[in-house]
């Protein structure tokens, strides 16, 4: 649990999925269908503005039956968005995720984004973690470790 963030986005990857907040909801839709992804970050002249998530698109365009084609991102993302750095463990970000009630973080090291951490991203890391002890355990426990 002590394991930084770096350690998950090493092994994901850093790759950040963008949109500028002049496109339309069904861009950033499309966008994020593509890539398969719940989130993408909102980025206006390379400096993070929001984050447009799954959340949005049901809370701010489904739910107010708000035009998809003609609403803007900037409209309905969210704005002031929560980062962490890559040296946060994975327990101070499950934290975050359970006190702020979001699913999404953009990593950010020294103002530059390096990027994106997911609640799933940390579930499978803690499952792949809680496997190998399990597998180490078994083998300590059956004796298939060589003298």
């Known amino acids: 649990m ?3 963030i770096s350690a998950i986005l090493d092994r994901k990857g850093r790759s950040v999925f963008s ?3 002049a496109m339309t909801v069904t861009e950033a839709v499309a966008e994020m269908n593509r890539h398969r992804v719940g ?3 909102v980025l206006d002249g390379g400096r993070l503005v929001g984050i447009f998530t799954e959340r949005d698109v049901l809370r701010r365009v489904v739910g107010p039956a708000v035009d998809p084609m003609r609403t803007r991102v900037s409209e309905v993302m969210t704005p002031g968005v929560i980062t962490i750095s890559p040296d946060a463990t994975i327990e101070q970000t499950m934290v975050l995720f359970t006190e702020k009630r979001c699913r999404h973080l953009p990593v950010v090291e020294h ?3 390096v990027g994106t951490i ?8 803690m499952a792949d973690a809680h496997r190998a002890e399990a597998e180490h355990l078994k083998n300590y426990i059956t004796g298939g470790f060589p003298t």
Request: charged letters at 15%; a positive charge.
């Open 111 to 113: 103002g530059r984004l």
């Open 39 to 41: 989130s993408v970050l």
């Open 19 to 21: 949109v500028l907040p």
């Open 2 to 4: 002590n394991t930084p």
């Open 118 to 125: 997911s609640i799933g991203d940390i579930t499978r890391w």
